[in-house]
């Protein structure tokens, strides 16, 4: 598939569980983001990778959560010791342009339902 | 600071009509103002950018105007379709290396109506 890939689409889980999410960005993009969209509000920033680095992780609400990229290409998001709170839609983009302006290309997103 | 504040939360059209959609922020350090357009159960798309430099820039049906001054912008969708029914975010980054870091608006649910 030539656009992002996010899995799974839908994860339900009980408060206090761990859970990883996945984002496969399009191949050869280098700039990979993760966003948080609540029900009826705007994306929010989470994290930014450039490569396999976070250049900035300034919107992780607080330290249950983490990204990693390891190889450059997939990355995935952990939630540990899961709250209510934590259910939203968390989606990838990624884009080709090295942060010199450009379209970001968002994937469909995993929906976190905390029980 | 960050916020983008984004008017109104719902608008309904008839088809053919004019769809309009309005932004404002106090960042002065943002210098890229992108919409993206949502459907349902899918992610956020790009629809047109502007960046300061000018005050306007058109593409096919849609428009964005910027008024640098008063820090605020506006899409508007000419001919408004059924098929343009979607969530409009209007958004905002201080470019450079944060091009990508966006502050999204609290977006508009615009319903064209046959």
């Known amino acids: 598939g030539a656009g992002v890939s996010q899995t799974p689409s839908n994860k339900v889980t009980e408060k206090g569980k761990y859970v990883e999410l996945r984002c496969d960005p399009i191949?050869?993009?280098?700039?990979l983001y993760w966003y948080r969209q609540s029900l009826g509000q705007g994306p929010e920033f989470l994290i930014y990778?450039?490569?396999?680095?976070?250049?900035?992780d300034s919107g992780l609400p607080n330290d249950r959560f983490f990204a990693v990229r390891p190889e450059g290409s997939v990355s995935t998001l952990k939630i540990q010791r899961t709250e209510r709170g934590d259910s939203a839609v968390y989606l990838c983009a990624s884009s080709s342009n090295r942060g010199l302006g450009g379209e970001l290309f968002f994937g469909e997103g995993s929906r976190l339902t905390v029980l | 600071q960050q916020q983008v504040k984004q008017s109104p939360q719902s608008l309904i059209v008839q088809k053919g009509g004019i769809s309009i959609i309005n932004c404002a922020y106090e960042n002065t350090a943002f210098d890229y103002f992108p919409w993206y357009q949502q459907f349902p159960g899918k992610g956020p798309a790009l629809l047109i950018a502007i960046r300061p430099d000018v005050s306007e820039k058109k593409e096919g049906r849609f428009t964005i105007s910027f008024n640098k001054s008063a820090k605020q912008f506006s899409l508007h969708i000419m001919d408004s379709q059924p098929g343009d029914s979607a969530t409009y975010f209007c958004?905002?980054?201080?470019?450079?290396?944060?091009?990508?870091?966006?502050?999204f608006g609290q977006g508009t649910i615009l319903t064209v109506h046959p």
């Open positions: 191949s050869g993009h280098t700039a």
């Open positions: 990778f450039q490569g396999t680095g976070a250049a900035d």
């Open positions: 958004a905002a980054s201080a470019g450079g290396t944060s091009y990508g870091k966006l502050t």
